[in-house]
């Protein structure tokens, strides 16, 4: 099957700085990418979607200041963390839709703020 | 509006028994639906889908689904899980229109298989 990676797979940093984490599909392109906070033991709210060469669609309630993606090429989006504070420190997952419209997830990435 | 509830938030169950993990949705439109696994520390796999057709879909490591449109359910079985099964497992659902289908999911199901 297709296989999205995403890196780092692990992230700590100190308040009030930026971390960006990357997604990349790595054997097909992907128009759309979808990135999700989890929580632990909950369910993935998904933050927004990624269109290639077009601006993110956030959800409800999820700053698009704080929260920057940038999906520039067909295999690639980031998300930046802006300002990261502590409450931000989650499990961030990425997905790539394939042209079938299959969705494949990347392997998280786990942030801690300090 | 759509919605996914899984009604079981965690199944102990012993190994080689069978399982059940429930999931029921509700949409005013035509749906896909999945279940995905989630194993510790790691990202979603997808067990299997339902996108047309058989209401009875068959997906990886022995789960199977069925599709259920009266009852708008989509359970999720196994006749006899291996503690590898342990693990997450996650209902999703898409309508079929409209170019950013998002996957709405439900809470997940913890299932923990104990020897």
């Known amino acids: 099957g297709a296989v999205v990676s995403q890196h780092p797979s692990r992230v700590i940093c100190k308040s009030g700085t930026s971390v960006k984490i990357e997604c990349r599909s790595l054997?097909?392109?992907?128009?759309?990418m979808f990135w999700y906070r989890q929580f632990p033991k909950k369910s993935l709210m998904l933050m927004a979607t990624?269109?290639?060469?077009?601006?993110?669609?956030?959800e409800q309630g999820v700053e698009k200041d704080k929260f920057l993606i940038n999906h520039a090429s067909l295999t690639l989006s980031t998300l930046t963390v802006t300002s990261a504070h502590p409450e931000d420190s989650s499990f961030y997952i990425c997905?790539?839709?394939?042209?079938?419209?299959?969705?494949?997830f990347g392997p998280g990435t786990r942030l801690t703020v300090t | 509006a759509q919605s996914v509830t899984q009604l079981d938030s965690q199944v102990p169950v012993f190994e080689e028994a069978p399982v059940e993990l429930r999931c029921n949705y509700s949409?005013?439109?035509?749906?896909?639906l999945f279940w995905y696994v989630q194993y510790p520390n790691q990202g979603l796999q997808l067990l299997l889908k339902?996108?047309?057709?058989s209401t009875l879909v068959k997906g990886i490591n022995g789960f199977e689904a069925e599709f259920n449109k009266s009852q708008t359910s989509f359970h999720l079985r196994k006749p006899s899980v291996h503690i590898s099964d342990t693990a997450e497992y996650f209902c999703?659902?898409?309508?079929?229109?409209?170019?950013?289908?998002?996957?709405?999911w439900g809470l997940g199901t913890s299932l923990a298989v104990n020897p």
């Open positions: 997905s790539a839709r394939d042209r079938t419209d299959e969705q494949y």
């Open positions: 054997d097909f392109q992907a128009t759309t």
């Open positions: 990624s269109n290639e060469g077009s601006k993110a669609t956030y």
């Open positions: 949409s005013s439109v035509s749906v896909y």
């Open positions: 339902y996108l047309s057709g």
């Open positions: 999703a659902v898409s309508d079929q229109t409209g170019n950013n289908r998002k996957l709405i």
